[in-house]
């Protein structure tokens, strides 16, 4: 089941890049918690419908996709390392930043999700070191 697991999540990934963020979405459970609140000032999100929300929200203010993307099986959860690679929609900003991901899997489909500022510290969430 491990590895149907990064599957799902890679899916989604990739989804995500393409911004087609709907399909991104029907990877996540519909009581899904997302929390990326060590990143920006946001509080838990809880509901595919409002995690969606949020990403296109976000995503029409500082566009951004996910490269160099590396995913860990850890049985029940999938780390995911990348890079994020985002351009501010008005101030033209560009940022390059590592983030980490913890997502918690339950009958294929992801049911929590939280994001880390580094790689260290997402691998740490899922009890792996570097």
């Not at 089941?1 to 029907?26: G, I, P, Y």
């Not at 999100?45 to 929200?57: D, F, N, P, Q, S």
């Not at 590592?98 to 790689?119: E, L, N």
């Amino acid at each position: 089941m491990s590895q149907e697991n990064v599957e799902v999540v890679r899916a989604a990934f990739e989804a995500f890049n393409e911004r087609d963020f709907r399909t991104a979405a029907d990877a996540f459970d519909r009581d899904v918690e997302w929390d990326s609140a060590v990143l920006i000032d946001e509080e838990v999100i809880h509901g595919r419908a409002a995690m969606l929300e949020y990403w296109e929200r976000i995503s029409g203010t500082f566009p951004f996709v996910h490269k160099e993307l590396r995913f860990v099986d850890v049985g029940d959860q999938v780390c995911v390392l990348a890079h994020l690679h985002a351009q501010g929609a008005g101030s033209g900003v560009e940022l390059v930043q590592p983030v980490g991901y913890a997502m918690t899997m339950r009958a294929g489909a992801i049911t929590a999700a939280r994001t880390y500022p580094t790689h260290a510290q997402a691998l740490k969430a899922v009890g792996l070191e570097e």
